[in-house]
């Protein structure tokens, strides 16, 4: 079909962006129009909660953020310097957080079934051993005032160090604590 001189077309041609190269030690998983993208280590294993972390992940590079899923490795390997290199010399030395979101750490902490109130403190409790940012698993729904509650208390009370505790929820993720 041939367009006639001085005749609008009907559709625009897509500009296409270069692709950006993964970070070193990772591959690239996904890439989203808004600049977000989803990176797997080089060597990764899949866990048990390897489906939660492709959710969270693909929430966040919607949001345009760069998330990184780390696997576990030792921490005398050079996986381990080169991925996990920023934790040395800290409280979370020799620890592997399952995410790397805009170059920040975080643990996300799931549950194992039948859900119980304790089980949302014993999800931070596990978080806070790998990172103070920690993303945890609220699929049963546990009100956002116990979990707020529960972090006020090792905050405050208790003086433990947490910055940023996100919630997963059927596919969502929400911030419900920050440090100011």
């Not at 001085?6 to 950006?20: D, L, N």
């Not at 972090?151 to 596919?171: C, M, P």
Request: aromatic share 10%.
């Amino acid at each position: 079909m041939k367009i006639k001189e001085g005749a609008r077309q009907r559709f625009s041609v897509a500009e296409v962006k270069p692709v950006s190269k993964p970070s070193e030690g990772f591959h690239a998983y996904k890439e989203f129009s808004n600049g977000g993208r989803i990176e797997m280590m080089d060597g990764y294993t899949r866990k048990s909660d390897h489906k939660d972390l492709i959710a969270i992940a693909q929430d966040l590079a919607k949001q345009g953020k760069i998330v990184q899923i780390t696997t576990n490795s030792h921490f005398k390997s050079e996986a381990y310097k080169r991925v996990f290199g920023a934790l040395v010399g800290t409280a979370y030395e020799n620890k592997c957080p399952d995410l790397i979101i805009d170059g920040v750490f975080y643990e996300y902490e799931s549950y194992c079934p039948p859900f119980k109130r304790v089980k949302i403190s014993n999800m931070i409790s596990k978080g806070l051993k790998q990172s103070s940012r920690i993303i945890i698993n609220n699929n049963k729904g546990a009100s956002h005032r116990r979990i707020r509650r529960n972090i006020f208390n090792r905050t405050v009370v208790e003086k433990q160090n947490i910055d940023e505790v996100w919630a997963y929820e059927k596919g969502k993720t929400y911030l419900l604590y920050k440090k100011q």
